[in-house]
């Protein structure tokens, strides 16, 4: 995961925009099939689910995402939780 900005508000929390990278290093995935992967990302006000596709070596993911935290400090965290 990597932080793209963090506006934080004293005793409020903040508001954080990330987005994920994405690394495989099995073995090589066909170059004609989608796999969608879906993630959790926890350290948040509330867990964060979303999904992305792989298809080959390149993956589709969103740009920007956005989560809520309930201080500067929170660790957010990313774990696949199901692929398809």
Known sequence: MKTLKQECFGSAGCNV???IRVAY???????DVDYH???KVTGGEEP???T???TGDQ???TEEEFIST???VAKLRAKVTEVE
């Open 70 to 72: 309930n201080s500067a």
């Open 59 to 61: 993956a589709t993911v």
């Open 17 to 19: 925009t990330f987005t």
């Open 52 to 54: 992305f596709t792989l």
């Open 48 to 50: 964060f689910i979303n």
């Open 37 to 39: 992967v879906t993630y």
């Open 25 to 31: 290093t099995g073995s090589p995935l066909p170059a």
